[in-house]
Structure formats: C-alpha cells, structure tokens
C-alpha cells in the first residue's frame, strides 16, 4: 500500500498537472466505487481542482479554493489503487472505478486491479481534514513533534512496529517504513513501545522524519508513483542479503499478511527471532 511519501509526492505531482482545471463530470465506474453519497460527488461540477492535497495515506481532490473547499473527494488507493491521467477514457476502462473528466477534455481514472475493489471515493463538504473519515486517525507522522511521539508511546503498551503501523497512533506508515524507522533508529521491532527511554524516542522521531524524506526524495524523481518493488530499502523485502551497516544478514518474521524485516546486529543486540508468530523477543 503506498505510503505518506508516495501519496504526497504524488499530489504534488497531480496539482501540478491538473491544478486549476474546472470539472465537467463525476462519472463512477463501479457500483461500488463510492463510499459516501452525500454530499453529492457532482457538487464538484464547475469547479477547479484547486490542488491535490495529502492526509496520512489518502490524497484530498479539493475542488473551489484551497483553503476553504466548496467540496472535496477524499481518494484512498488501498492496496491495488491508483489515480492518474486517462488518456484514452475508454468507456470500460480495465480496473476502472472513477472518472473526473475536464472540460479542457483531460481526465483523471481512479483503478484498482482485482476483485477487491476497496479503493474508493469519500465526499465532504467545507475542510475536509474535519472529515469523519479522519476522525480516528493520529496526525500526520512528519508534522509530530519528539514530544508529542513522547506522549504517544508512553501510552501505548505495544510492539514499536506495530504502534508505527497503527493510524491512530500516528499517520502514513505502513510496512515497508516501519521496517525501515525501526533499522535506522536502531531499535528492536519488537521492542515494547511504552518503555522506549528518552534516548530512544529521540533516535525514532529522528528516524521517522528520514525515512520519510528518503521515500519523499525518491518519489520527486519519477513521473508517476512507484510500485512497492521499486521503493529503496535497507531491511525491507531484503531477508538473507548483508546489513549496509554491518554487513550482519538480514532476518525477518512472517506473519500471515505482512513481514517484519530486521538486522540482529544493529537493532536487537545480535539475537536472532525465531520465525514464527509464538516466539516472543526480548528488547
């Protein structure tokens, strides 16, 4: 699933393509493409996109002004979604869910390939940030202080992996960064998020604001958002290949939808996690 730095360098990407063009129709694809009918996704009709904006892993279709939105569509990707130029606007385009066609006759197609279709559509009125589709999730992971990260461990009794991965804690990331928060700030995956001491906490917000400018870096260098393979790692889908920090070999744990990618040497003091979900890991 893309993450905060692909969605956000991809709204860049479509502000800067699109910003300005006035809507002439909302067209679904899908049946099941919207997730909210009101307000009417056609209130956007006649108005500008104003800018293509970010919120943890959704990108923010603003429509009228940028400040104050007469009406927004709020985009989530999911796992297998994808918003970019329609070109050809075929009348059943392969995956297709949404359409926003201009009227200087350019479009945007919202797709998702397979049978999930859990990529969609929200619409709200006035600032979408005060969206309900918002209301339980943390702020965003590069706008929160060392402080704020302070207060959020402290509260939460769980794995730092997981507590990196949850959007109610903090927003925007997702397995491949959490992989790679945990090796650059040196600290077990499995370590207890609550005990984190103020050494800690520092080397992860630090960590934190890396890896997403890293991804953020690599993402203002290409015409169109990456594919998981394609986003550089240290840890992240490298099991058995050497640590660039240590040259240790890279491990990992698998669970059923998801791996946690790790280097002993540099985050869990050399020892080695069985790989399997009953083992338990000691910071």
């Not at 956000?8 to 909302?26: I, N, P, S």
């Not at 009228?64 to 070109?87: C, F, W, Y």
């Not at 999930?116 to 929200?122: E, H, L, P, Q």
């Not at 402290?154 to 090796?183: D, P, T, W, Y």
Request: hydrophobic share 35%; with cysteine.
């Amino acid at each position: 699933m893309p993450e905060l730095p692909e969605v956000k360098a991809h709204a860049e990407r479509l502000t800067a393509e699109f910003g300005g063009a006035v809507v002439a129709k909302v067209r679904p694809l899908h049946f099941a493409a919207l997730k909210t009918f009101a307000p009417d996704p056609n209130d956007a009709v006649g108005q500008p996109l104003a800018a293509v904006t970010s919120r943890a892993k959704l990108l923010i279709l603003r429509f009228g002004n940028e400040a104050e939105p007469t009406t927004s569509h709020i985009v989530h990707l999911m796992q297998g979604g994808r918003l970019k130029p329609d070109e050809k606007q075929s009348p059943k385009a392969r995956g297709g869910l949404v359409r926003w066609i201009f009227e200087d006759g350019r479009a945007l197609l919202l797709t998702e390939m397979g049978k999930d279709r859990s990529a969609g559509v929200w619409t709200a009125s006035g600032d979408p940030l005060l969206a309900e589709r918002f209301e339980k999730t943390g702020p965003d992971a590069d706008l929160v202080s060392v402080d704020e990260l302070g207060e959020l461990v402290g509260a939460a009794s769980m794995r730092v992996h997981g507590f990196l991965r949850k959007q109610g804690n903090i927003a925007g990331i997702g397995r491949r960064l959490s992989n790679e928060i945990c090796h650059t700030a040196k600290i077990s995956p499995f370590a207890n998020a609550s005990k984190l001491n103020d050494d800690e906490i520092a080397r992860l917000h630090a960590a934190i604001n890396t890896c997403i400018d890293e991804g953020m870096a690599y993402e203002r260098t290409r015409d169109d958002m990456s594919s998981s393979k394609d986003r550089p790692s240290n840890v992240h889908h490298r099991k058995g290949e050497p640590c660039n920090q240590c040259d240790d070999t890279i491990r990992e744990v698998s669970y059923n939808r998801y791996n946690v990618d790790y280097c002993p040497t540099c985050q869990t003091k050399g020892k080695v996690l069985a790989d399997n979900t009953t083992s338990k890991f000691l910071k």
